[in-house]
């Protein structure tokens, strides 16, 4: 069966500092991959998407940035965090057949203070 | 393009009365629909999908969803409202086999004693 990881769980970085958040999926080959971001009392906002390696699709302009090294391991980043990146930052994968729904992972609680 | 509205962003019912919520999608093809259950600090999960196969989708926790072509909706219902359903929902059409899901804003379920 297919599992997805996130990690860290929870995160308290200071503004100014980089992040670096993972996204592993495991049991599956060549999965599209997504980065959202859930600022508190919000719903969804689509960051990135990816359909291969190296392929990065970008949602919405900001000071993050996200990459894709493996078939599997998705990677949200920023050189340097704001306030305003504080939110609940999710990982999703979907098979890449029309009818497919995503799977999330658990999420990283991100506080930029 | 596709889109969901979900109308109302906070569903208050008591424990045992009925569960209805809302979507309705626009969509240019036949649509693939999907609610998901997020619950706090956690990702989201599938609660059911609508794939053309039946028009009346069962799901978990004894939650369903019918498809009507007609009014373009794909609401939610759950007879028996019991605490442990209080979390965010989330209905989403699909576009492509390659694109995110595109997802409603939420609707929060509040129950009550």
């Known amino acids: 069966s297919q599992t997805i990881h996130q990690w860290p769980a929870t995160l308290v970085q200071p503004v100014g500092s980089p992040l670096s958040l993972e996204c592993t999926v495991e049991?599956?080959?060549?999965?599209?991959l997504y980065w959202y971001r859930q600022a508190a009392g919000r719903g969804l906002q689509l960051l990135f998407y990816s359909v291969g390696i190296g392929q990065i699709s970008s949602e919405v302009p900001q000071n993050l940035s996200a990459s894709r090294p493996q078939d599997r391991q998705f990677i949200l980043s920023s050189k340097k965090l704001l306030l305003s990146d504080s939110g609940f930052y999710l990982c999703?994968?979907?098979?890449?057949?029309?009818?497919?729904?995503?799977?999330f992972g658990p999420g990283t609680r991100l506080t930029v203070l | 393009a596709q889109s969901v509205t979900q109308l109302g962003s906070h569903v208050s019912v008591s424990e045992g009365a009925l569960v209805l919520l809302r979507c309705n999608y626009s969509s240019s093809v036949p649509p693939y629909l999907f609610w998901y259950v997020q619950y706090p600090n956690q990702g989201l999960q599938l609660l059911l999908k609508?794939?053309?196969?039946?028009?009346l989708v069962k799901g978990i926790n004894g939650f369903e969803a019918e498809f009507k072509k007609s009014e373009t909706s794909f609401h939610l219902t759950k007879p028996s409202a019991h605490m442990s359903d209080a979390a965010e929902y989330f209905c989403?059409?699909?576009?492509?086999?390659?694109?995110?899901?595109?997802f409603g804003k939420g609707t929060r379920l509040s129950v009550i004693a």
């Open positions: 999703a994968w979907r098979g890449q057949a029309y009818y497919n729904e995503q799977f």
């Open positions: 989403a059409v699909t576009l492509s086999g390659n694109t995110p899901l595109v």
């Open positions: 049991g599956t080959s060549n999965p599209n």
């Open positions: 609508y794939t053309s196969a039946a028009t």
